[in-house]
């Protein structure tokens, strides 16, 4: 696979085109190559972020472009290995850096504080990040009192991928078919589709109506904090009632829904680092077979511009028209409601 080449800090600009909405306009900073653009486009009054029924949907979604203005995949183009320029600079004679200390890029999907699920659309080409629907109805979860939406920046990292058809040996459940979960406990509020790099730390085994669903726990590299925090137990001491609260907020933030609570392995203790890396790169090699069409991609959509030995590899005139033709057609409904 073809690395993203260096980070550079910078301010992205992210402008709207929706459709009979009014068009805003921010700038986001990240750490990355890679920013946003809020692509599109169906749009109505009423669009806030509680977690009331909303009987009108409103919907958008983020296209990912690098910042020379190439459209990418978020799941398949960004690399799950974050390349800082300190580590380019390390001379080639001092020790590689331990898996450990090793940065990895989280994909943004939905802010802390807030309640709309956004999340990377894997069956969609080139993953856009939207809005999860249930039944025409835009999905938001639930306040789990004492809390206010999620209570992390929750995201993915990208390159992974939780295989439906492999069991886990502890759990003996399978994979939930998505890229792998990860809470950043950092204290800036990030942005969806926002790209950070992330210290990992620890890992949670959920599962979830009987599917794996491993909730990594780490965070963002430019936190002020993050030099002290190397360890889930670091965590334990200097974040009292962190960690049980993340464990109480995956158990029940369903319940509202109907739901049963969700269930846990290790009698939902959290797992050290290592542990979590182990898992991290299992599921990145699950990601390599999918796209190397080892798997059956069950409706997944690897369309990528960037993974060399991908067959579902596209230029980047290709990805452009797969954007501009979605925009068309979303313009067209649009038209006629
Ligand atoms: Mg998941």
Known sequence: MESGGTLKFHFLVVKSFLVGAKAVEISVPVSSPFCLRLCLLRSTAGN???SETHTTPTSKAQVNKTSDGKYISPFHDIPLIAETEQANDVPAKKSKKSESEVLYNMVVEV??????????????????????????KLRYVANIFPHKGYI?????LPQTWEDPGQKDKETNC????????????????????????????????????GEMDWKVIAINAEDPDA????????????RPGHL???????????????KPENKFGFNGEFKDKDFAVEIIKSTHEHWRALVQK??????IDCKN?????????????????????VRTSLALVSHYW
């Open 305 to 325: 511009t960037l993974c060399c030995d991908s067959p579902f590899r596209c230029t980047t005139d290709e990805a452009r028209e797969v954007v501009q033709s």
């Open 294 to 299: 080892q798997k059956n991609t069950g409706g």
């Open 111 to 136: 802010p802390r504080w807030s309640n709309a699920k956004m999340e990377i659309a894997i069956k969609e080409p080139l993953n856009p990040i939207k809005q999860d629907e249930k039944k025409g």
């Open 48 to 50: 806030t972020d509680s």
């Open 244 to 258: 049980e609260a993340t464990v109480e907020w995956f158990r029940k933030y369903k319940v509202p829904d109907g």
């Open 227 to 238: 030099k002290n925090l190397n360890s889930i137990e670091d965590v334990r001491k200097n």
């Open 174 to 209: 399978c994979g939930d078919n998505d890229p792998i979960d990860v809470c950043d406990i950092g204290t800036q509020v990030c942005s969806t589709g926002q790209v950070i790099q992330v210290k990992v730390l620890g890992i949670l085994a959920m599962i979830d109506e």
């Open 152 to 156: 992390w920046n929750y995201g993915a």
